[in-house]
């Protein structure tokens, strides 16, 4: 699933793509993917011009002209592929978006849990509203004191607080296990027992490896692609996420991969207790 590092990257390629362009006209190829129903959204969206794109977690936000917004989430396997305007259609499409510059931009999502959104900005939809801070973007002091917080009231593993888009809006799970590889703790500590200095460890991994990860413009493992089709190369620099059955790349233990919080969870039992 792209996380905030793909996202954002998607975010970057699109933005002088779009910014500007006028919707021609939009069609719905799932139902289930958009808000509201498909004619309602598909009038909501012709003739309007696209302002901007933002990002919060791991959503990207379309602004237009009318004041609404589309928010779209793509989830497991969706990817938005900018295009000269076409009469055939990849398999798996299920919104197209053609704008009057010739150009299209169509949302393909062979798993189909991708959402698309239109919503006034005095009602965003409940998945925005609940979302917790951005990694990068809030100063230390209030992250931590946030995931402290969260960790004082929770009694399963640090890794179920990492991904909960409630607390810290962003991180998946590539990302999860790479910055609790870097802070040396395992996956499947209580979060209540990590303590001060390990959260200063931990927060530090946070900001650095999702840095890394925007430079390298995101890990390209299995479909991530951005906005103009190009692949990250973050994949080449991955410590533990991944690397099922190798060897520790710090100390030469074998790598461990366990279910953790409900994920797929790599770890190294040396480096991280
Ligand atoms: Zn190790």
Known sequence: MPELPEVETIRRS???????????QVQ?????????????FEAGLAGRQITGIQRRGKYLLFELDSGQRLAIHLRMAGRLVWQ????????????????QDGKSLHFVDPR?????VLFPPAAPPAGLTALGLEPLTTEKEALLAALKEAAARRSGPVKGLLLDQRILAGLGN?????VLFAAGVSPLRPARE???????KIYGSIVRILNKALAYRGTSQRDYVDGRGEAGEFQHHLKVYGRKKELCLDCGAPLVYARVAGRGTHYCPTCQS
């Not at 590539?174 to 790479?178: F, G, K, L, T, V």
């Open 112 to 116: 189909k849990f991708g959402t698309a």
């Open 84 to 99: 000269n305007r076409a009469t055939t259609l990849a398999k798996h499409t299920t919104l197209v978006m053609d704008f």
């Open 28 to 40: 719905v190829f799932l139902e289930k993917a958009v808000k509201p129903g498909p004619a309602e």
């Open 174 to 178: 590539i990302y999860a296990d790479e």
């Open 14 to 24: 699109l933005l002088p793509l779009v910014q500007g362009a006028v919707i021609d």
């Open 194 to 200: 990590v303590t001060a200095a390990e959260w200063e």
